[in-house]
């Protein structure tokens, strides 16, 4: 695919911007490369929560921390392509987000997140319905429910 177009999908009358691109494992990083190019910051959740977390000294509030730090670095991070109505960002390795430790609400911190800007999630992994984020050894215990944000769905293929 030599453009993903994700201009198209973003609609004004929709309360949430959100966008999945369904791609293969071997596809991300040229997803990923491919989105970059158009101008749109990417970044890996699992990675910047990770390096947030193990420079935490106390974790008391570890889920407020967390979810305040995945929010306020969305928001540092979004950017008004050309051509787009919306400041978006992208983000993939969202699974840190379901840890239980962690007890964060990964819908609603997308739903909140997506009524101010567009939010791109590359996704490597399946989707259950039309709406729900899944990974395949574990559907029935970890997902991420987007029913109520109703995501617009790209497949990647190249």
């Not at 928001?75 to 993939?92: N, S």
């Not at 699974?95 to 909140?112: H, V």
């Not at 559907?139 to 029913?147: G, H, R, S, V």
């Amino acid at each position: 695919m030599s453009n993903l177009n994700i201009h198209q999908y973003l609609c004004s009358t929709d309360r949430h911007q959100v966008i999945v691109i369904i791609c293969h494992t071997q596809d991300m990083g040229k997803c990923i490369t491919q989105l970059q190019s158009e101008g749109v910051q990417v970044l890996n959740i699992g990675k910047e929560m990770a390096g947030f977390i193990s420079e935490l000294k106390d974790h008391r509030y570890l889920n407020i921390e967390c979810y305040d730090f995945v929010r306020n670095l969305l928001d540092i991070h979004k950017t008004k392509i050309t051509g787009a109505e919306y400041e978006m960002v992208a983000v993939y390795n969202l699974g840190i987000l379901l840890e239980p430790e962690l007890d964060i609400n990964a819908s609603q911190l997308i739903s909140d997140f997506s009524k101010s800007a567009a939010l791109v999630i590359v996704w490597e992994n399946s989707l259950d319905m039309p709406d729900i984020l899944t990974w395949k050894t574990q559907q029935k215990k970890y997902y991420i429910d987007l029913c109520n944000i109703r995501p617009k769905t790209i497949s990647y293929a190249v």
